[in-house]
């Protein structure tokens, strides 16, 4: 029996978001509530997103064996059994080098999961539902972070406000939430969802598998002025991720120690609806503001609006606010401008670093490199704020945007400029599978 995409596109894509927040994101502020200072905070969720990044050198596994809904159900479902595993031994002695045992082998699975899902939307669907999906899937993605950095933050500073549960209960309840609602998702496409077919370069064996990925690295670095588009890959959001982990961190420190002072409750609330909102009206305005000028022209433009309004966090931090309004406007202008400014990025990647033999390969490798830099600029930047202070660090992170207007630049269009109709761009994107056509 056929069935809509309707019924799973939401929820596959839904999924795999809140899986790479829940690992990535709000673990950091879960270490945060437990008693981690910000430099192991930030270290710990920022060595999270390795599986992510690298995944491409996993995908042709999920191409060879069974079926690519087989491997969405299994992911699933230890990725529920996992969150639930955690809840369980959170109190427990040496809970804490287990729990993160646990979130790096859970971070792998994630990482297949993603796979396989992009694996079943492509080939499952024909070029122009793919095209017609785009949508529902970009903004299911993007309900996953309103979710997990919203609404689950939100009720873990309830429960300890209202409740009176310590830390570690609250965290528990919000695990337990996040495991029956994978778990229940797992059921649905068990239901649903369509096997997805063996795309047509399907690797027939681990040697074939390994040999192809190393013809796509070998013209990968033969492509023409490649070292300035990898510098561009790596440094283009240098300063977005110096501040991702921070940022809330900052929101939530207490004012005599240069934070905001504000609730888990609050936090939730500026971060999952005011600032999500504002990612997704970025990313909009963004994409129909490249697709009228096309894109080399205004680059460097969008570089500018990526870079510039982090200077909100600096007078924020100088002026230490108390208005909920006034900080919500902060928060607001620098996620409009993260959205406006990394459309900018990805069409970039998709027109110019990865036209070739392995087009979709080569664009994993870019968005590998956005990720290499989010995870080490994120293992980094709480032990540079803990030396340096609030004010202090976010003038590190503005001088940090230097290096992105230089390779912005001077970065290389060998292409001609295809149109592209651009969609809002997930709050922490992938690295794109290698099924992806």
């Known amino acids: 029996m056929n069935r809509s995409p309707l019924t799973w596109v939401p929820t596959g894509y839904f999924a795999m978001a809140m899986g790479y927040m829940m690992l990535t994101s709000v673990t950091s502020i879960m270490f945060k509530n437990l008693g981690m200072d910000n430099g192991r905070a930030a270290q710990y969720s920022s060595m999270l997103i390795l599986a992510y990044t690298i995944k491409p050198l996993f995908a042709p596994v999920v191409e060879m064996y069974r079926t690519k809904k087989f491997f969405v159900l299994v992911t699933q479902l230890l990725l529920g059994l996992g969150f639930g595993a955690v809840a369980l031994v959170m109190g427990m002695p040496g809970s804490m080098a287990l729990m993160m045992t646990m979130f790096w082998i859970m971070s792998f699975i994630g990482a297949t999961m993603d796979i396989a899902s992009d694996g079943v939307y492509v080939t499952s669907l024909s070029s122009r539902s793919q095209s017609l999906y785009c949508g529902v899937q970009s903004l299911s993605w993007n309900i996953g972070p ?209 036209p070739g033999k392995y087009t979709t390969t080569h664009y994993a490798f870019g968005t590998g490199l956005m990720g290499m830099c989010g995870m080490l600029t994120g293992m980094v930047s709480g032990h540079l704020q803990q030396a340096m202070g609030y004010t202090s660090y976010f003038w590190l992170v503005m001088a940090a945007t230097l290096p992105s207007f230089l390779v912005t630049w001077y970065v290389p269009f060998h292409n001609d400029e295809a149109p592209t109709v651009a969609k809002p761009e997930p709050l922490q994107p992938t690295a794109v599978s290698s099924s992806v056509p």
């Open 146 to 354: 309103v979710v997990a950095s919203g609404v689950l933050v939100y009720l873990s500073g309830r429960l300890h406000t209202d409740l009176g549960m310590d830390w570690m209960g609250a965290w528990r309840v919000v695990f337990i939430a996040v495991a029956a609602l994978l778990l229940a998702i797992t059921a649905w496409h068990w239901r649903v969802m369509p096997d997805g077919a063996r795309a047509a370069d399907t690797p027939q064996s681990l040697g074939h598998a390994a040999l192809i990925l190393r013809d796509a690295f070998k013209t990968f670095f033969e492509k023409r002025g490649v070292w300035m588009m990898v510098a561009f890959a790596l440094l283009y959001r240098v300063s977005i991720g110096l501040l991702e982990k921070i940022g809330p961190f900052f929101m939530v420190d207490p004012v005599e120690k240069g934070g905001l002072g504000m609730s888990n409750e609050l936090l939730g609330i500026v971060y999952g609806t005011y600032g999500l909102l504002a990612v997704l009206a970025g990313s909009l305005v963004g994409g129909w503001y490249v697709a009228k000028r096309g894109l080399k022209p205004v680059l460097f433009t969008l570089c500018c609006v990526l870079n510039i309004p982090i200077a909100t966090f600096l007078l924020m931090a100088i002026y230490q606010p108390s208005s909920l309004w006034v900080i919500g406007a902060g928060v607001v202008v620098e996620k409009f401008s993260f959205g406006f400014g990394s459309v900018g990025f990805m069409i970039y990647l998709m027109q110019q670093l990865a």
